[in-house]
């Protein structure tokens, strides 16, 4: 079984750096897809970077394309999210997935295993 957690969430101000990492407590994630999403409150879960199993297609929400840089240490079962220029509008509980499909999707079905969550708070 997959299971993934998540960590390096924290309260940063604007302007900061933070990253993010994935790993999994059961199963290695070597061979799956990852992607991460984000979900602020009252709003719905949003797709944010994707990574193939290789680490060598990526895809990236457009809004975060440049900011946001998603990666991969598969002998550290261990996935990244370095996220740059953070914004206030950045704020939010960023989420972790697994897919065992063959590219990254910017689909919240298209992931089966999902972690906990960390908690990015970026103050003005």
């Known amino acids: 079984q997959v299971q993934l957690v998540e960590s390096g969430g924290g309260l940063v101000q604007a302007g900061d750096s933070l990253r993010l990492s994935c790993t999994s407590s059961?199963?290695?994630?070597?061979?799956?897809?990852m992607g991460w999403f984000r979900q602020a409150p009252g709003k719905e879960r949003e797709f944010v970077a994707g990574?193939?199993?290789?680490?060598?297609?990526?895809k990236y929400a457009d809004s975060m394309e440049g900011r946001f840089i998603i990666s991969r240490d598969n002998a550290k079962n261990t996935v990244y999210l370095q996220m740059n220029t953070l914004m206030p509008e950045d704020t939010a509980v960023y989420y972790c997935?697994?897919?065992?499909?063959?590219?990254?999707?910017?689909?919240?079905?298209?992931?089966?295993?999902w972690g906990q969550g960390t908690q990015v708070t970026v103050s003005s």
């Open positions: 997935a697994a897919s065992i499909e063959v590219r990254p999707s910017d689909q919240v079905s298209w992931y089966a295993y």
């Open positions: 059961g199963r290695t994630i070597s061979y799956y897809v």
């Open positions: 990574i193939s199993w290789k680490g060598s297609s990526t």
